[in-house]
């Protein structure tokens, strides 16, 4: 494996002893789609502002394709706060953004022109941002960052606050930079579906430190079986029958008709389930499998649920 970034011991403090970042060590291969994923406070901005050389640690290593030293038009980034100036249109942001990387002239507009093909901007390139949507100036914020081609791009909350359907379109975008570009991207997010949906492996920030660190598959088998929900005449009686059966931990009944029961390959036994109670007299109204998310995987972690949807 390549490793495009690596971190050993880095360590961040902020005045005397706010612990912004604790020797964090980690791995980033190229060409992957890495996400931190942590509660407010947990240090992501500040790993990411070291790693795009806007913050210097304090101590630890730092590493980028082998080398000690960074070359800033390898990086894109892309900040928690849009970077769109209102008071331009989408084309004059960027054109500015190309011209502070130097792209000459002629080049650049023709990256411009692509750039507001792919990301879907063309009808609204000549007007001002300020009266862009949400997800338009995103999007532009997105198209900004890697206007040079950056091989490395840093994307700090690329989706808070956005709709469901203007969060799937840039899903998509990134996982075009991923396969078309070959682009490493670095992500940072409050949401575990869309780490889940994008990023080759994850870690889970807590308190400036890792906790755990994976692919997202690892990371929800480590929460250990899928949780089997049935809704019945006599949830009691029902997990009795079910803990004998099946040697389970006594399922818990979530009330009187309601029970959940934590099993390995959960989809495979409700068939089985099913008998067993209707022969003990008790119908199973209905029943569910669902497979652990990395909502409870990062809850095993940290006893901390992430932060719910927020808008902004
Ligand atoms: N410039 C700063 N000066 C002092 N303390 C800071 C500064 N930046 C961050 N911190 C502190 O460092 C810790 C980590 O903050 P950071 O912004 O990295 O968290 P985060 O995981 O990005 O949070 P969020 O999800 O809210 O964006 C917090 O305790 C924060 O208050
Ligand atoms: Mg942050």
Redesign the pocket.
């Known amino acids: 494996m390549n490793a495009a970034i690596q971190l050993k011991k880095v360590r961040k403090t ?2 005397k002893k ?1 612990k ?1 970042i604790q020797d964090l060590s980690l791995t980033i291969a190229e060409g992957d789609i890495y996400a931190l994923l ?10 990411f502002r070291i790693l795009t050389t806007l913050a210097s640690a304090d101590q630890g290593e730092i590493r980028y394709f082998g080398s000690s030293k960074i070359n800033k038009q390898t990086i894109g980034c892309v900040a ?1 706060n849009s970077g769109v100036d209102p008071t331009a249109t989408g084309r004059e942001n960027l054109m500015l953004q190309g011209r502070i990387y130097g792209l000459p002239k002629k080049a650049l507009k023709e990256r411009v022109n692509e750039l507001l093909t792919v990301f879907h901007l063309e009808e609204a390139a000549d007007r001002l941002s300020k009266h862009y949507s949400g997800g338009m100036k995103r999007k532009l914020d997105l198209a900004m960052g890697i206007i040079h081609r950056p091989k490395l791009l840093f994307l700090d ?1 690329p989706t808070t606050g956005l709709d469901p359907e203007s969060r799937a379109e840039l899903w998509q975008m990134i996982k075009q930079l991923q396969s078309d570009a070959g682009m490493t991207v670095l992500l ?1 997010t ?1 949401y575990m579906e869309e780490a889940d949906e994008l990023a080759d492996r994850i870690a889970f ?1 807590n308190e ?1 430190r890792i906790v755990a660190e994976g692919t997202p598959e690892e990371m929800k088998n480590k929460v250990g079986g899928d949780t089997i929900t049935i809704q019945c005449r006599e949830a009691q009686v029902a997990a009795q029958v079910l803990a004998a059966a099946y040697h389970v931990q006594q399922p818990e009944t979530q009330d009187e008709f309601t029970l959940h029961v934590v099993t390995e390959n959960g989809a495979e036994k409700l068939p089985n389930v099913i008998r067993l109670l209707e022969k003990q007299h008790i119908p199973v109204d209905s029943i569910k499998v669902s497979r652990p998310d990395l909502g409870d995987a990062y809850l095993l972690y940290t006893g901390k649920t992430l932060r719910k949807e927020e808008t902004s």
Do not use: D, F, L, V
């Open positions: 902020y005045g706010r912004a942590g509660p407010n406070g947990s240090g992501k901005s500040t790993t928690q909350e940072t409050h920030m400036g």
